[in-house]
């Protein structure tokens, strides 16, 4: 049997761009249980099927492989509080989030996108995780964007679209690539700086900027948006991405910098210094916002990782 290194294996299939459930169902005793996956998938449509994967490290494991119902509900944009909730928290995840019950009394979060109640059809066991098949009784949907997660991060399509297209003229695209508990930092005569290109269509920013990454050695995951903002005396337009890599080799101008050094540090410009600040203290509980507006005001709305 071929040996692979676990964290890499799991880092591959994090390349992988999903959405982001929560799987719910009750035990015949009344007790309700649910976890956050992102291993979800339709299966057919005649019949109406649909599987998802519940871990067998799971504290519920085996209340969903006994499971005769069972309900999958896809997050919402703006929910990523619910999938924490249901990935980490310890206590009474139900008392924490809205939900209502389906016919079979199996729970339903609301504000999710689409909920799909099933009878389980199979359940089979796949190595480490368990195969659940659920024939689909009843479903219900509604308008907007998912929640999206890859690269051990969430991502919002919508948020992030809509700021970099209020980007216009030229732009300076940045990244905040964190190296275990360091950040890549280039020095300059006027400060430190983040590793950056600029570019006029911003519709190549991402793809620029890990082009560009690439060509200095650096083999880096870029992740979602983290701080889009205009800087009207500079005339210029700034949209930084949250990034991660394993281990680089890193070259003079480019330096390492310890994540709890990075509010003592001067940067070229004072919207950076701020940056960089917030970066700090977010990168301790792995709550990260995405920061729109321009380079002394603007909002910070929630995007958080993943643990």
């Not at 294996?9 to 994090?14: E, K, S, T, W, Y």
């Not at 719910?24 to 449509?45: E, Y």
């Not at 109406?48 to 006994?66: E, W």
């Not at 900027?209 to 983290?226: E, F, V």
Request: net charge negative.
């Amino acid at each position: 049997m071929t040996e692979f290194d676990p964290r890499a294996l799991r880092q591959a299939f994090g390349r992988f761009m999903t959405g982001v459930t929560v799987v719910t169902t009750r035990t015949p005793d009344g007790a309700p249980f649910g976890f956050t996956a992102n291993s979800f998938s339709s299966v057919s449509m005649d019949p109406p099927l649909l599987l998802v994967c519940p871990g067998k490290f799971l504290s519920s494991f085996d209340a969903f492989a006994s499971s005769m119902h069972f309900a999958v509900n896809i997050l919402a944009e703006g929910q990523e509080d619910v999938s924490n909730t249901f990935a980490s928290f310890k206590g009474d995840r139900f008392a924490q989030v809205s939900h209502r019950d389906d016919a079979n009394g199996i729970p339903l979060i609301d504000g999710a996108i689409a909920q799909f109640s099933c009878a389980t059809w199979k359940s089979l066991p796949a190595g480490d995780h368990q195969i659940l098949i659920g024939k689909v009784t009843d479903f219900a949907q509604s308008e907007g964007p998912g929640l999206g997660y890859a690269g051990g991060q969430y991502f919002s399509l919508g948020l992030e679209r809509a700021a970099l297209e209020q980007t216009e003229g030229r732009a300076i695209c940045g990244a905040i690539i964190s190296v275990g508990d360091a950040v890549l930092l280039e020095q300059t005569p006027d400060g430190y700086r983040l590793p950056q290109i600029e570019r006029s269509d911003r519709g190549q920013l991402r793809q620029g900027l890990q082009d560009d990454l690439a060509t200095r050695g650096i083999s880096a995951r870029l992740g979602p948006a983290y701080s889009v903002y205009d800087d009207a005396s500079r005339g210029q337009h700034f949209a930084y991405f949250l990034g991660t890599s394993d281990d680089v080799q890193v070259d003079a101008p480019l330096q390492a910098i310890p994540v709890a050094d990075l509010p003592t540090l001067t940067y070229t410009t004072p919207a950076i210094a701020d940056m960089m600040a917030r970066f700090a203290l977010e990168f301790r509980t792995r709550s990260f916002g995405l920061y729109l507006g321009d380079a002394k005001r603007g909002d910070v709305h929630a995007l958080s990782e993943r643990t």
